[in-house]
């Protein structure tokens, strides 16, 4: 192992800038040259990659988003695209690659590792859906940036005596809006994994405004229904206004936490280690405090289940 490539694929999230300073200089500790391949898979084919030494990755570690920028890749899901990017990497002598980035970026890893390429992955999503690691990159920072955003609306809730449906990422997975809503005290949360009951939300909204609450917050996962629709029905039942706020893509940014900025570096620590361990096809993540690496078919399979014992507790301390 003389020289890695490093890239980060899909979705961007805090801390991955983190994840690649700490590859960087891990690597060179060790006598490895570092190759950062810019705009994910698509660099890979276009075989677009440049040295990264020491000074490349100074003041890195406190910037949202990611140097080596990320995109998808439609040529990647084919046979000749994957074999470009292994020719490509073979060219520039790269021995191993460590790929930053979720569910499917780390597909795309295994499809690389089955062609033969050494490979480490490292969770990098802020929906923490990966469901083989505690956490992933960015998921502190997006909840900080979701609870500092709630706790605004709910000063203007409060002033206007309104209902506030607060759309948060989460497609598949309801972490995101779980947590929000135990940090910022919310009336109620839907997410993907369980059923929406809007007679009941607008129950607790009206008893909580007879005890003199003077706002009503909803934190909603994308992926648990429409908000604009489900605020319509909220309306129909309370006989006022329901304001929507979707938080959208200022989840992804910003500078991210201490907890992120950690995590980055060690998960970037750990991949190096692992390829000069002579593993491939792995990911690493953290269960109950331990490092671990997992096999890239059980790090793709299934999603985060929520933790019933959490759910209930938002219920109880939403009353």
């Known amino acids: 192992m003389k020289r890695i490539g490093v890239l980060t694929s899909g979705g961007d999230s805090p801390g991955m800038n983190a994840a ?41 570690l406190q910037r949202g988003g990611t140097i080596l920028q990320t995109s998808r890749c439609e040529e990647f899901l084919t046979e000749e695209g994957q074999n470009k990017a292994v020719e490509n990497i073979k060219k520039n002598k790269i021995d ?36 083989q690691t505690d956490m992933s990159i960015g998921v502190d920072t997006a909840l900080n940036t979701i609870v500092d955003a ?17 759309e948060v990422m989460g497609r598949d997975s309801g972490y995101l809006a779980l947590m929000a ?36 917050i909803i934190i909603l996962a994308e992926g648990a229904g429409n908000a604009y629709t489900i605020g319509r029905k909220l309306k ?14 200022i989840q992804r940014g910003g500078s991210p936490s201490a907890f992120d900025r950690i995590l980055a570096s060690k998960m970037g620590a750990n991949a190096v280690k692992a390829l000069l361990d002579k593993k491939s096809g792995k990911m ?29 507790l938002s219920k109880i301390l939403s009353i």
Request: aromatic letters at 6%.
């Open 96 to 131: 191993g690659l460590i790929v930053i980035g979720g569910n499917g970026s780390l597909r795309g890893a295994l499809d690389l590792h089955k062609k033969g390429i050494k490979i480490i992955g490292i969770p990098g999503t802020i929906d923490n859906d990966l469901s």
């Open 20 to 60: 690649i300073r700490s590859v960087v200089r891990n690597s060179i500790y060790n006598d490895l040259e570092v190759y950062g391949i810019e705009k994910a898979y698509v660099g890979l084919i276009d075989n677009n990659m440049y040295e990264l030494k020491l000074k490349d990755v100074g003041g890195i």
């Open 236 to 249: 129909n039942i309370l006989g006022y206004e329901v304001r929507i706020t979707i938080l959208g893509h």
């Open 150 to 166: 709630v706790d605004k609306i709910k000063d203007t809730a409060t002033s206007h005596e309104r209902a506030f449906i607060i």
């Open 181 to 216: 809503s135990i940090a910022t005290g919310a009336e109620d949360v839907f997410i993907p994994e369980k059923e929406l009951n809007i007679d009941d939300t607008a129950k607790k909204i009206r008893e909580g405004h007879k005890r003199g609450k003077k706002h009503g």
């Open 284 to 312: 690493v993540g953290t269960k109950s405090g331990k490092n671990v690496l997992i096999d890239f078919e059980e790090a793709i399979k299934g999603r985060h289940e929520v933790r019933e014992n959490l759910y209930n």
